[in-house]
């Protein structure tokens, strides 16, 4: 696979010798795990085995914190570059927050960032107690969001046209999923067979959360599972059978992404799956002595619900659109006009490319991650900056579907 370098965070084109980095948030996913409990949907079809995993589902390996320790090494780097931390030594008590989710994966990816961002530290990651249902990552399941599932679903069905819609633009995908399954000609299996490509979309049973069934379940988490044992460095002969190239890996990126396009990209869904964590991030940015780093570590669907939220899509290099690269995160940076002190947005998306994070090749100035940057959709009309309170806005439209 190619890696792709960007080059590390700068100042905004305009005035860029006025504007001082004042703030930074970054919505981390965790690092590489192994396959959650029922993720995987789909055997191959001719009966090989998945492979063995060093560690119980759904934890993160070493090698995964291996590779968020890279990353949290990396931001060390350009936060300091751009004068927001010293290079050495600890940063100042208060100036770096961390909140995780309460899954171990979440937990342990956010003591590795904090642990490689300022090594001997002691910097504390905060979370609920592990397992419990946190509002900022979880705030359906915790209630802590007004949800009205016929709404949710009426929406879902409206702006995607329904799953077999999604499927019909992904019948490359859907074809190189079938190839790596070990599909050939004959097979019967529904995974072999495009007549059989159809899923239904309704209600669950419980008469709030969706029930989608069909190939955009069936792939995704499957998919999903191989990305893993890509990434985690396994030998390509445990990788999808021995059948995946750069190529089939990003369509197996854009199958897992789909099952994100039901579940937490449209409207009404994004802005409640986003709320808590919208709120969060709003008083954060709108408060002059918050720390000058927070840092919040989540699932891919927390990303993708802020990005939707904000009106973005993004595609990072090795993956398809809009599905979130393991370990990489979404940021907002705040900048200050040092002569006036405006302060406006830039919004970056950074990941290891898939080949940097399977081979836990080092992050440096030279050979930094990948990296994209993001318009929110409030500030495409304007050529030259984002404004701050724009974001603001969109962020407290989202928040205010809180409870209470």
């Known amino acids: 696979m190619v890696v792709l370098a960007f080059v590390a965070i700068s100042p905004p084109a305009f005035a860029a010798d006025d504007m001082a980095l004042e703030q930074v948030v970054l919505v981390y996913r965790h690092g ?29 390996t070493s090698h995964g914190r291996e590779g968020v320790m890279a990353m949290g090494r990396f931001d060390r780097q350009w936060l ?8 050495r030594g600890c940063p100042v008590a208060g100036s770096v927050g961390i909140w995780a989710n ?38 359906v399941a915790s209630n802590a969001v007004e949800w009205d599932g016929h709404a949710a679903l009426a929406t879902i069905q ?21 190839r790596v399954m070990g599909c050939v000609a004959g097979d019967s299996q529904p995974a072999c067979v495009p007549a059989a490509w159809h899923g239904t979309l309704a209600m669950g049973a419980d008469g709030k959360g969706i029930a989608l069934a069909g ?15 890509y990434l985690e460095g396994k030998p390509m002969a445990d990788v999808g059978w021995g059948r995946v190239d750069a190529a089939t890996f990003r369509l197996l990126s854009q199958l897992h992404s789909l099952l994100f396009d039901v579940h937490a990209r449209p409207s ?15 008083a954060i940015l709108d408060d002059p002595q918050a720390p000058r780093l927070n840092v919040f570590v989540g699932s891919d669907n927390n990303i993708v619900a802020l990005a939707s939220v904000l009106g973005m899509h993004f595609e990072m290099s090795g993956y398809g659109k809009d599905d979130p690269p393991v370990g990489g995160a979404l940021g907002i940076t705040v900048w200050r006009s040092r002569s006036d002190g405006h302060r406006i947005v830039r919004v970056v998306y950074q ?17 930094p991650p990948a990296r994209q940057e993001l318009v929110p959709e409030a500030c495409k009309a304007s050529l030259s900056h984002c404004d701050l309170d724009k974001v603001l806005d969109v962020l407290r439209r989202s928040a205010a579907h809180r409870r209470g």
């Not at 190939?215 to 893993?228: F, K, L, Q, R, V």
């Not at 940097?356 to 030279?366: E, F, G, I, V």
């Open 158 to 178: 409206r702006e995607t046209k329904g799953p077999d819609a999604l499927t019909a633009q992904h019948r490359d995908a859907m074809s190189a999923f079938g």
């Open 268 to 282: 009404y869904v994004a802005d409640r799956v986003a709320a808590v964590l919208s709120g969060r991030i709003l």
């Open 102 to 139: 309460t899954d171990q994966r979440t937990i342990a990816s956010a003591q590795a960032l904090a642990d490689a961002f300022a090594p001997g530290c002691g910097l504390k990651v905060g979370h609920l107690p592990q397992g419990a249902a946190d509002p900022v990552f979880n705030p």
């Open 80 to 87: 300091s570059g751009a004068g927001l931390f010293p290079s």
């Open 32 to 60: 590489v795990r192994s396959p959650l409990p029922g993720e995987i949907q789909v055997d191959e079809v001719h009966g090989r085995a998945w492979p063995a995993w060093p560690v119980p589902p759904s934890i993160l």
């Open 351 to 367: 990941a290891q490319t898939p080949d940097q994070l399977r081979y836990l090749r080092p992050l440096t100035k030279d050979e």
């Open 215 to 229: 190939p955009i379940a069936d792939t995704s988490g499957t998919s999903e599972a191989i990305i893993m044992a």
